[in-house]
């Protein structure tokens, strides 16, 4: 694939000039512009759409949580703040990563290579003949111990995430497989049809579940787990609606 088109956005120089120097270190990214001004860098992001914004919290106006939620659907956001508080609410939000000043290299490069792996996993998925229907899609890709797995949906039964990584729990494997993503990434890439987030760290495959209780726990495969509060009346939408009686 391409590079990825980069845009900064903070309201400190010194942590703009950090970022930009990454960026150039970084041969998959392209720095397109840097702002200090939030407003001027959303009319900006909504003009060039990038791919990929790292954007400060805290600023002026219009601070990085609000502006996150007016950015292009495509466009990916990785977090940059010295507040540690923000970290839980930049998962709500099309955040594929947050970095926590001061930001090292190494931590950077994670975050980049993890926006690579969206955007290589929708390019892959956007791949198919134009003439073949959506439904026809039966697989995936994911990275793998640095290495391309062919994953059939039916094969899943359900996602795990660990913050950094998701682990792929699978029908036909006693191990799952692990690959360096966001659980909010997963839940963009899988079909919705067959797919269904019932908690911060749980997206299940609808075909898979086998009980329901009413206290919220449901049977996947060997593995008992719990619909959230916040997950809940989705999920119980989806039951009677597939319920008989």
């Not at 062919?150 to 792929?168: H, I, N, Q």
Request: hydrophobic share 45%.
């Amino acid at each position: 694939m391409n590079k990825l088109r980069c845009i900064v956005v903070d309201d400190e120089p010194l942590a703009i000039k950090m970022l930009e120097g990454f960026i150039a270190r970084t041969p998959f990214l392209e720095l397109e512009a840097s702002f200090n001004d939030p407003v001027q860098a959303l009319s900006e992001i909504r003009a060039r759409q990038p791919e990929l914004v790292f954007l400060d919290i805290q600023m002026p106006d219009l601070d990085g949580m609000e502006l996150s939620r007016m950015v292009p659907p495509d466009t990916r956001i990785v977090f940059t703040t010295a507040f540690k508080q923000y970290a839980f609410e930049s998962y709500e939000v099309s955040a594929l990563d947050f970095l926590l000043k001061p930001i090292r290299y190494q931590k950077f490069l994670e975050a980049a290579e993890k926006a690579r792996e969206w955007f290589s996993l929708k390019e892959a998925a956007s791949a198919a003949p134009a003439t073949a229907p959506a439904a026809e899609k039966t697989s995936f890709f994911i990275k793998v111990d640095g290495a391309l797995r062919k994953v059939d949906y039916a094969d899943v039964l359900y996602v795990e995430g660990m913050r950094d990584y998701v682990m792929f729990h699978l029908s036909s494997a006693r191990t799952p497989l692990i690959t360096h993503m966001t659980m909010k990434a997963v839940e963009e890439l899988l079909p919705q049809a067959a797919f269904m987030r019932i908690h911060r760290s749980f997206i299940v495959a609808l075909a898979h579940i086998s009980s329901a209780t009413p206290s919220g726990d449901i049977k996947v495969g060997d593995a008992l787990l719990h619909v959230s509060d916040a997950c809940r009346p989705a999920f119980d939408a989806y039951l009677k609606q597939h319920s008989l009686g």
